[in-house]
């Protein structure tokens, strides 16, 4: 634990500061981040004596302010899939990571969803395109690909994928055109690689030798 900026808050809690550093000079986000972590795991587990479900359950903004932890918790990087005004329960997975899980495909999906049912009116600035995002674009893709050609088996699917014209309308339908462009050539190339480990070379690379001769056709 960093027990400085431990030293730091509580002073400044009972009134001998007028403040304490989240950052100091060259600090690289390594340091910024342990220093965040032992601060917050000081304040709720030896000063509130929360469980680790608490923090999970409980946690707000407006606890965030009456303890006037509001700047450490600016540092703490959301994923992109997240509202860090809404979904604070994050906090709690990045103080205790074996404890309290963070499934990224279902909150990727569940904005997707709300995207595409116009619930939302836009996806969240970088989510295509930040480090994360072609994995963000390969989880919605695959979800797509279950919902829609669930009847297809593994081969059929490649072979779907293989016609230019069917590939073409099947990107269009999900919504994920100008985020394909930003990472692939081909839709096929896409299918093959949101299938991960469950991928099959040989399909592939015959649907490949497939998508050629169509493109030569014009199909």
Same mark, same amino acid.
């Given at each position: 634990?960093?027990?400085?900026?431990? &030293?730091?808050?509580?002073?400044?809690?009972?009134? @001998?500061?007028?403040?304490?550093?989240?950052?100091?000079? @060259?600090?690289?986000? #390594?340091?910024?981040?342990?220093?965040?972590?032992?601060?917050?795991?000081?304040?709720?587990?030896?000063?509130?004596?929360?469980?680790?479900?608490?923090?999970? /359950?409980?946690?707000?903004? /407006?606890?965030?302010?009456?303890?006037?932890? /509001? $700047?450490?918790? +600016?540092?703490?990087?959301?994923?992109? $899939?997240?509202?860090?005004? +809404?979904?604070?329960?994050?906090? &709690?997975?990045?103080?205790?990571?074996?404890?309290?899980?963070?499934?990224?495909?279902?909150? !990727?999906? &569940?904005?997707?969803?709300?995207?595409?049912?116009? $619930?939302?009116?836009?996806?969240?600035?970088?989510?295509?395109?930040?480090?994360?995002?072609?994995?963000?674009?390969?989880?919605?893709?695959?979800?797509?690909?279950?919902?829609?050609?669930? /009847?297809?088996?593994?081969? $059929?699917?490649?072979?779907?994928?293989?016609?230019?014209? +069917?590939?073409?309308?099947?990107?269009? +339908?999900? #919504?994920?055109?100008? &985020?394909?462009?930003?990472?692939?050539?081909?839709?096929?190339?896409?299918?093959?690689?949101?299938?991960?480990?469950? #991928?099959?070379?040989?399909?592939?690379?015959?649907?490949?030798?497939?998508?050629?001769?169509?493109? !030569?056709?014009? @199909?």
């Amino acid at each position: 634990m960093n027990f400085i900026i431990c &030293a730091e808050y509580e002073n400044y809690l009972l009134g @001998n500061s007028d403040g304490y550093k989240v950052v100091q000079s @060259n600090m690289n986000t #390594g340091d910024i981040n342990n220093r965040v972590i032992s601060l917050l795991k000081y304040v709720f587990e030896d000063l509130l004596e929360w469980t680790p479900y608490m923090i999970r /359950d409980y946690i707000s903004w /407006d606890l965030i302010h009456w303890l006037k932890l /509001d $700047e450490a918790i +600016k540092k703490i990087e959301f994923p992109v $899939e997240l509202d860090k005004d +809404k979904d604070l329960f994050y906090i &709690a997975h990045i103080l205790y990571p074996d404890l309290i899980s963070y499934r990224k495909r279902d909150y !990727t999906l &569940a904005l997707y969803c709300k995207v595409m049912n116009k $619930e939302k009116r836009k996806f969240p600035k970088n989510f295509f395109s930040d480090k994360n995002g072609q994995d963000n674009l390969k989880i919605c893709f695959s979800y797509c690909v279950q919902q829609n050609l669930f /009847d297809l088996s593994l081969k $059929e699917q490649y072979m779907y994928f293989s016609n230019v014209t +069917k590939s073409n309308n099947f990107l269009k +339908k999900t #919504g994920l055109r100008v &985020a394909y462009y930003q990472f692939y050539t081909t839709v096929l190339d896409l299918f093959h690689d949101s299938l991960g480990e469950n #991928g099959n070379e040989l399909y592939y690379q015959y649907a490949r030798f497939i998508l050629g001769l169509n493109q !030569t056709k014009g @199909n």
